[in-house]
């Protein structure tokens, strides 16, 4: 069956930090990838989405980039955090004409 | 692209009501609406999905319509319990499901 890792569950990072966030996703092949944010009692704002390895789209401009290096693998990093980019942060992944599933999700507190 | 809109923000029910949220989405090509429920802390989880060759979808308590013309679609949650309070997601996605856009979501309060 397929599962999804998400780590870490919870972080807490000085502002200007680097970050890295991992998400790998087992038993299927070539899935749809996605990262959200989620602010305190706000709404899933989709941040990136991958269709492939090496394909990355954008939602919304920000300090953060997203990365594909393997089929099942997608990390989210910064290079220097903003208090702003405190959040809950989910992955997620799909395959074509079926829901998304989430892992985790990482609870960010960026101080 | 996809633009999803969610109303209400926040529903109080008693215990025993119904509890309606409506979606509306921008993009006619989208083809696939589910509905999400999230408790605290937790990740959000599938509760229900409709495509849009489907107008309507029930699950128990749960039923979800869908109206292409107006693009927009509801979730219906009878007899409400309890454990039903949670904040629920609708989410829109395009042919190739390539891109899954959310609401704002709904917190629901169920008082026994």
């Known amino acids: 069956s397929q599962t999804i890792h998400q780590w870490p569950a919870t972080l807490v990072q000085p502002v200007g930090s680097p970050l890295s966030l991992e998400c790998t996703v087992e038993?299927?092949?070539?899935?749809?990838l996605y990262w959200y944010r989620q602010a305190a009692g706000r709404g899933l704002q989709l941040l990136f989405y991958?269709?492939?390895?090496?394909?990355i789209s954008s939602e919304v401009p920000q300090n953060l980039s997203a990365s594909r290096p393997q089929d099942r693998q997608f990390i989210l990093s910064s290079k220097k955090l903003l208090l702003s980019d405190s959040g809950f942060y989910l992955c997620?992944?799909?395959?074509?004409?079926?829901?998304?599933?989430f892992g985790q999700g990482t609870r960010l507190t960026v101080v | 692209g996809e633009n999803v809109e969610q109303h209400p923000s926040t529903l109080s029910v008693q215990e025993g009501d119904s509890a309606v949220i409506k979606c509306t989405y921008s993009?006619?090509?989208?083809?696939?609406f589910p509905w999400y429920k999230q408790e605290l802390g937790k990740r959000p989880q599938l509760i229900i999905d409709?495509?849009?060759?489907?107008g309507e979808k029930k699950d128990q308590r749960i039923a979800v319509t869908l109206n292409k013309t107006a693009k927009h679609f509801s979730l219906h949650i009878t007899e409400t319990q309890p454990e039903d309070s949670a904040v629920y997601f609708c989410?829109?996605?395009?042919?190739?499901?390539?891109?899954?856009?959310f609401g704002t979501g709904t917190r629901l309060l169920v008082s026994p």
């Open positions: 997620a992944w799909s395959v074509s004409r079926s829901e998304a599933f």
């Open positions: 038993g299927t092949s070539n899935p749809n």
């Open positions: 991958s269709v492939g390895i090496g394909q």
């Open positions: 993009d006619s090509a989208s083809n696939y």
């Open positions: 409709i495509r849009s060759n489907v």
């Open positions: 989410a829109a996605s395009s042919r190739s499901f390539q891109k899954l856009v």
